[in-house]
DNA sequence: GTCTATAATTTGATAGAC
DNA sequence: GTCTATCAAATTATAGAC
């Protein structure tokens, strides 16, 4: 069932995407919500701040199951990076080069006068690194690289995004993939102890 | 001699980078620029898109630069690089997580919105890739590899600034220049023709 | 070139009926 | 929970004197 408040929370996202935080009026997203501002401020008494707190938090989450989803079906990290990015610069060039993802641009927007909103893209961001992290390891990375690795592997997500949306052109995401999966690939592994010792 | 012209676009610049394009009003500018809206539109009749256009123009212009005399003093590009991402981190956590350069904000914020604000980041982007990789190209890289690794670099400077300013901590910027450092190690090099052969 | 004054619109947010 | 009406303040931009 689909609440008001899921609605509000969903169109918002839409047209932070697009226009970023400040770049989006209560107005626009009670039209596109369908939902009055009175409605807006029953969910979210915090007001704009706390809608836009709400956005990032379920968004942070989306994304980082998107990552786990991705990443059960490819055991090889190679496999899975490779993949992750190939969807990404095929998602960018299918919506016409809108932002996939509000989160980067809305914490570059509020990073110095939200602490609300720059915790939320905190959580998200860390939350990223920490799953990417966990499946390096899982599958063999030493564990001592797969912090560096995560790490990188988030910077070159939001990096490639915008790049290959200002240039309108997913050449630079799938440069950025290219390395990656090199680091990736040369990245030390763990070393099992194996019965015959 | 710092004219009132000058005066506008350091000023703008500067709130750009705390607040970004849609956070920071003319009223803002006019204040910090000690200029009168006035003088705003008889420097920049095209109004604030002009000025965030001549903002974007004049700091794509200074980070080019900053990074080509790095490179200048810099032949190996494992130096300069590594130079590159220090510097940077440093400048980051002695301004307390400002970010150091407005270009990627204002992207993010206007590239469904305004054309002449999107194809400003880009000429920005794209001067930084050219100057990245003749460095790399004249640094003895192979000219196939160099364009990757230069795309490559700007997308993680460019990550590397979201999410260390977000975590307000340099530390990915730094877990991201060791792969980037690794990555230039690892680039083929021009086979040069020798006077003995 | 710089100034003041102001137009026209939109902003985020609130009050109170239903 | 949803609605309409409305507030005060701020927004970009312009006009015209000096």
Sequence with gaps: ????????????????????????????ISEA???????????FPGGKEALGVAVIDTTGAVYRELFESIAAEHPDPVDAFENFFDSAADVLEESDFVDPCPIGTIAREVANTSEPLRRAAERAFSSWIASAENYLINSDIDPDAADDLATMFVAT??????????????DPLRAIALHVVAAVSA????THATLAE
Tied chains: 1, 2.
């Design 33 to 43: 919500a369908e939902a009055t501002t009175g409605s807006i401020y029953h969910f």
């Design 1 to 28: 069932m689909v609440t008001t408040r899921d609605r509000i929370i969903v169109a918002t996202n839409e047209l932070f995407r697009r226009y970023g935080y400040n770049g989006t009026s209560l107005s626009q």
């Design 187 to 190: 990245a030390p592994r763990t």
């Design 157 to 170: 997500v939001e990096g490639g995004f915008v790049l290959s949306r200002t240039l309108r052109c997913t």
